[in-house]
């Protein structure tokens, strides 16, 4: 018994020594050499997985929640269960990596309760904003605790990381404050520093993540700066294209941008007296309809600007504010003309105002469904070209969209038209650009005849295709005489305009005939391919009951006195041979036909001497009945 208790108990030592020791080396080698930790890499992957993708901060927060009581708890870090008192985390103390993440991750809860915060924001209530900023100072203090504890336990690359972190969250802070502009700027700088630095070396997907720092959070922050402190010289499309940037670190400049371009816009509303709309002028005295008007037409000019630089997903974005600005000043204008009373000339203007706003928001509806259109033209034409290659984030576009928005460009023009057209005195303006609408209607028309051409193709029903190219061609030359009659008008548009829209009906009409002559050529082979198909079936057709292959009995019905297995074998391909589908043709004997010609001329023997006379009977009375 003594040999196996000595030969148990070092087993049970060898057992401890096997569990605790790798514990222990590991927790030696935190003390002994530096950890290295990917900040960037790591706040981003949860981030994105935990809703700040789709700007959901209060899940991210209740993310960061749940992983700080795992990591308390793994470490047996608890706070007790009696009266609550923190346990301060001492950097000296640090043994541990699951320290650092404790520390980074309270930085980001904090960061992620602001943010929550910032989206509830109704307006400029003074509590709500003390809340917003005391949960950025909470992360600023955290992110400097981690940035100390790195400096001291990681290695250079992590405590480059975990500096520039904790000095973008400063910055931040300090734009959320609106205060000491030269400070956060010198902290963005640092940050966009250390991470242009940090994003030359390491894995491709690490110098990304870099670069998307720099790009899309810091920079836009550093104009912001440099703009509030004076030294940048920011237009309306520049401040435009910041406002409409997506990004968890734009969030909080979003409502400072609205804010920036509306005391912009304010200082312009006094210069608004009234509104020129085709030849016609509307006085506009109502100070919001004025304010939402010069908004409309602000980010009109902003748009125009920024084409060049601004992508056309972006561009679409800003479509919504300039549909909400004018349907803003259309609320207005139909209250003033409910309070207008009798004043015949108050609501004559007020009614004119209200026409011309509705042709310029219609305007900007059909400028939005021409720039969807131009974006799944693209997508488009980048399928065609690389039809193998799926882009990232670009869906798949098919030509049914494109007659969808085409149909609504119609229904828009259709409605524009009536709205042109309904005075009782149309002036010259008027009357020329509703030719202009009229003509663009055809264009709009023989585009979605020809998209609709493609689809009947898809489909390989290359009649209606064919019809459809066709009708496509003849809309594109009607439209083209048009704008050639247009171009000669004197009051018509420059003529660089109408030599853009010429161009783009002369390759609209060779589309057409190129495309007709293709789905031409694929109705005749396919015709043709079916008629061959038709007579070598026909031609294949025996009803030969010599034929040898019928000799061999391979059905179950024809060899029942047989007793062999007709259902093949369990994950065999051959299937069962029971009975023949369809039956197979065999010749039966037709029905004699009979041609009887000549009875109409027969003569045919009378037949009365055969039949049976009828007795008269003679009654009571002595009369004769039948």
């Not at 008027?430 to 030719?435: P, R, V």
Request: aromatic fraction near 8%.
């Amino acid at each position: 018994m003594f040999p196996s208790w000595k030969s148990n108990r070092r087993k049970r030592n060898m057992h401890l020594t096997e569990t605790w020791v790798p514990g222990l080396l590991y927790r030696m080698s935190i003390l002994s050499i530096s950890v290295l930790l990917p900040v960037l890499q790591l706040i981003k992957t949860a981030q994105n997985e935990h809703g700040v993708r789709h700007h959901d901060y209060t899940r991210y927060r209740r993310y960061c929640t749940a992983r700080l009581r795992r990591l308390y708890k793994s470490l047996k870090f608890t706070h007790g269960r009696g009266k609550y008192v923190r346990k301060q985390i001492v950097v000296a103390n640090i043994t541990d990596v699951r320290f650092l993440h404790i520390l980074l991750y309270s930085a980001e809860r904090a960061w992620s309760y602001a943010m929550a915060i910032k989206q509830t924001l109704t307006g400029p209530s003074s509590r709500q904003r003390f809340h917003l900023a005391t949960r950025l100072s909470k992360a600023v203090k955290w992110a400097d605790l981690f940035s100390h504890a790195c400096a001291e336990k990681a290695d250079p690359k992590t405590s480059l990381e975990a500096t520039a972190y904790a000095a973008y969250m400063k910055g931040s802070y300090l734009v959320e404050r609106e205060q000491h502009w030269d400070m956060a700027l010198k902290n963005f700088e640092s940050a966009r520093v250390i991470y242009e630095e940090l994003g030359k070396y390491g894995s491709v997907e690490n110098q990304v993540l870099c670069r998307q720092r720099v790009e899309d959070e810091i920079d836009p922050n550093i104009r912001y700066c440099s703009y509030k402190m004076g030294h940048s010289n920011m237009d309306g499309a520049e401040l435009l294209k910041l406002s409409v940037e997506d990004g968890p670190a734009l969030d909080l400049l979003k409502a400072k941008l609205e804010a920036v371009l509306s005391e912009a816009r304010s200082q312009q509303t006094a210069s608004l007296t009234e509104l020129e709309w085709l030849g016609r002028k509307f006085s506009v005295d109502n100070a919001k309809i004025r304010a939402s008007i010069i908004k409309g037409q602000q980010l009109e000019k902003d748009l125009g600007e920024s084409v060049a630089t601004l992508p056309l997903e972006k561009r679409v974005n800003v479509f919504d504010k300039i549909f909400s600005a004018y349907q803003d000043a259309r609320r207005h204008i139909r209250e003033d003309m409910v309070s207008a009373g009798s004043s015949d000339g108050v609501k004559d203007n007020l009614n004119g105002l209200d026409k011309a706003v509705s042709c310029i928001l219609l305007q900007q509806t059909m400028k939005r469904n021409q720039l969807l259109v131009t974006m799944y033209k693209n997508r488009i034409s980048k399928q065609q070209q690389h039809p193998s290659k799926d882009e990232k984030g670009d869906k798949s576009v098919k030509p049914q969209e494109l007659v969808r928005l085409y149909d609504l460009l119609i229904e828009n023009l259709t409605d524009l038209i009536e709205l042109v057209t309904s005075g009782r005195m149309q002036n010259d303006e008027e009357t020329m650009y509703a030719a202009e609408l009229a003509a663009k209607k055809i264009i709009f028309q023989a585009q979605r005849c020809f998209y609709l051409g493609h689809v009947h193709l898809a489909g390989a029903k290359y009649a209606q295709s064919y019809l459809l190219y066709k009708r496509a061609h003849d809309y594109s030359e009607t439209g083209l005489r048009e704008y050639q009659q247009l171009k000669t008008q004197p009051q018509g548009k420059a003529s660089s305009e109408y030599e853009e829209l010429i161009r783009e009906l002369e390759k609209l009409l060779e589309e057409c005939r190129v495309h007709s002559c293709l789905v031409h050529a694929l109705g005749i082979s396919e015709v043709s391919k079916t008629e061959f198909s038709l007579r070598s079936g026909v031609a294949n057709i025996k009803l030969d009951s010599d034929n040898p292959s019928k000799k061999k009995a391979s059905f179950l019905l024809e060899r029942t006195d047989i007793y062999e297995a007709a259902v093949a074998l369990l994950g065999s391909k051959n299937p069962p041979q029971i009975m023949q589908l369809p039956p197979a043709f065999q010749a039966v004997s037709c029905k004699p036909i009979v041609l009887d010609t000549a009875v109409n001329t027969i003569d045919f023997p009378s037949l009365d001497a055969h039949l049976k006379k009828e007795e008269k009977k003679k009654s009571f009375f002595g009369l004769w009945r039948s």
